[in-house]
């Protein structure tokens, strides 16, 4: 398993793309949190497996800086879904493969 500290370099990730919709989010849409309570937002949220990247770390995607506040039931290792504001949005992303790099974890940005 690749797991964060392993990261020093990029590492190639499957990409989806979700939106706040019901089909995306199921039951969980009507609250519009992500799983570490903030408001999703595009171009910022993106969700991961939280025992391989942990919840509030700062990542690139493609050279994008995103944080991972949110979690999925489909996201597994090696895998992020990149949130967006719509669902025709999220579509015409499709699924990618993309380079991930770990930027600085939440305990690194206390220091």
């Known amino acids: 398993a690749l797991i964060i500290s392993s990261m020093a370099q990029a590492a190639t990730f499957r990409a989806t793309a979700y939106c706040g919709c019901s089909k995306c989010c199921g ?20 969700a991961v497996d939280p025992d391989q990247i942990p919840l ?6 493609n050279g994008v800086e995103y944080i991972a506040e949110d979690t999925g039931s489909g996201i597994g290792e090696n895998r992020v879904d990149i949130y967006f504001n719509s ?16 930027i600085k974890t939440e305990e690194e940005e206390g220091k």
Request: charged letters at 25%.
């Open 87 to 102: 669902h025709r949005e999220a579509l015409k992303f499709g699924v990618q493969d993309v380079e991930v790099e770990i």
């Open 27 to 46: 039951k969980w849409a009507k609250y519009h949190k992500t799983a570490s309570g903030t408001t999703p937002e595009q171009g910022r949220t993106v």
């Open 56 to 61: 509030g770390t700062h990542i690139t995607i």
